[in-house]
């Protein structure tokens, strides 16, 4: 891990009303879902998170609660690896519930359950502007091409 540069200012959550605009303040610094949805954490760009390697793209090899390898899941609208077949609702169940279509999400995903609708709608609206990236995890049923 890299030192973080000290901030002049703390920034200010952008309004709901450009969901777009909150959606990416919501990721990249609020709950840094870029922290782990990008290729690892030797690789992350903190001063520029869009500028991390395969970024929101997944392929992130982490720990699960009974120390099992994990690796972190595409975020992109990729329809075959990421979230590009899925419904806003069923994005929303799966950040705030834990539960995917395809099944639960596996630790170290956490659960958001305080997460509020404009939150998930925000995030939900900036993840159709991330470029898609093809990038299949283990659990798709492959490995997570590196």
Not at 15 to 29: D, E, I, M, Q
Not at 77 to 103: N, V, Y
Not at 134 to 146: C, S, V, Y
Request: net charge neutral.
């Amino acid at each position: 891990m890299k030192p973080t540069p000290l901030l002049a200012h703390l920034a200010e959550a952008p309004s709901a009303s450009n969901p777009v605009a909150l959606g990416h303040y919501l990721v990249v610094a609020r709950y840094q879902c870029y922290y782990c949805h990008s290729r690892s954490f030797s690789t992350l760009n903190q001063t520029h998170p869009g500028q991390s390697q395969n970024y929101l793209g997944g392929g992130n090899p982490m720990l699960g609660d009974k120390l099992e390898l994990r690796v972190s899941r595409n975020l992109t609208m990729d329809p075959q690896t990421g979230l590009g077949d899925w419904s806003e609702a069923q994005f929303s169940r799966a950040i705030r519930c834990g539960m995917s279509p395809h099944g639960p999400l596996y630790e170290p995903m956490p659960k958001f359950t305080a997460m509020t609708d404009e939150e998930d709608h925000a995030i939900w609206a900036y993840l159709q502007t991330v470029p898609k990236i093809k990038n299949a995890t283990p659990e798709d049923g492959a490995l997570a091409q590196r």
